[in-house]
């Protein structure tokens, strides 16, 4: 769905498959923060096809929104401008998010982190991430128990495909490809060669477009992307 803030003009695009149905819903505007209305309801109960799209400037209100239990703060869903790379960040460590913020933002990712798994996992149920990147003991869980890889898992495959899933962890071989493809990860990185993050993210994400591409081109010609 194509939603334009009326404060600002910005244009959004946001999936249709991430949007509740019968609900009122209020996400904010990337620019301006503006908050943005949107009521999939009828009044018969019937799916509607085009839902109402309602957006205007900020205000007090009496209707009641879409609060999601996974998040942990607001509820109000932001999205992105159409064409935007997005990556997410789930680290416990401080000096950690910084480097892999300006390592992604290096390669023209628009980064968001998140405190805890519960948020994560309500911003990746409403957002299409094109990065994903999980440390061991974000959110004081290991990878073998994580809450956030068991939710990856079970997502479906047109969402999970379109995820470059990258895991940090000490006890990992930087890029080892046989251990990535045990944890259902695109690409396993030791957390002692976080200084080099950006260029193994390159490399890995270069590999990973190489080996999709014929694929991807399949898709594409079926008409099922």
Same mark, same amino acid.
């Given at each position: 769905? !194509? ?10 695009? $946001?999936?249709?498959?991430? $949007?509740?149905?019968? *609900? ?22 019937? @799916? +509607? ?12 209100? @009496?209707?009641?929104?879409? /609060?999601?239990? #996974? ?6 869903? /932001? ?9 997410? $960040?789930?680290?416990?460590? =401080? =000096? ?8 992604? !933002? &290096?390669?023209?990712? @628009?980064? $968001? ?8 996992? &309500?911003? %990746?149920?409403? *957002? ?7 440390? !061991? /003991?974000?959110? &004081? *869980?290991?990878? #073998?128990?994580?809450?956030? %890889? ?15 899933? =990258?895991?940090?962890?000490? *006890? ?11 944890? +259902?990860?695109? =690409?396993?990185?030791?957390?002692? #060669?976080?200084? @080099? %993050?950006? /260029? ?8 990973? !477009? ?16």
């Amino acid at each position: 769905m !194509e939603v334009t803030c009326a404060s600002c003009n910005t244009k959004l695009n $946001i999936p249709d498959e991430k $949007i509740p149905k019968d *609900q009122i819903i209020k996400i904010s505007c990337p620019k301006c923060k503006n908050k943005i209305t949107l009521d999939t309801r009828t009044p018969s109960g019937e @799916k +509607s096809p085009h839902p109402d799209v309602e957006s205007k400037p900020a205000a007090s209100t @009496k209707e009641k929104g879409y /609060g999601y239990d #996974d998040y942990s703060g607001d509820h109000t869903l /932001g999205f992105v401008e159409e064409g935007a790379k997005l990556a997410l $960040i789930m680290d416990s460590d =401080a =000096a950690h998010i910084e480097k892999i913020k300006s390592a992604v !933002e &290096g390669l023209g990712y @628009k980064v $968001i982190s998140s405190p805890n798994a519960r948020d994560a996992a &309500g911003k %990746l149920r409403f *957002q299409n991430f094109d990065l994903v990147i999980l440390s !061991e /003991g974000f959110d &004081g *869980q290991q990878l #073998d128990n994580s809450s956030i %890889l068991n939710f990856l898992n079970h997502a479906s495959i047109s969402v999970r495909r379109r995820i470059f899933l =990258a895991l940090l962890s000490d *006890q990992f071989k930087t890029m080892d490809n046989m251990m990535a493809f045990a944890k +259902s990860a695109n =690409a396993v990185i030791n957390k002692g #060669d976080i200084d @080099k %993050l950006s /260029g193994i993210l390159k490399r890995a994400l270069a590999d990973n !477009e190489v080996f999709y591409k014929v694929f991807k081109e399949t898709l594409v010609e079926v008409g099922r992307t």
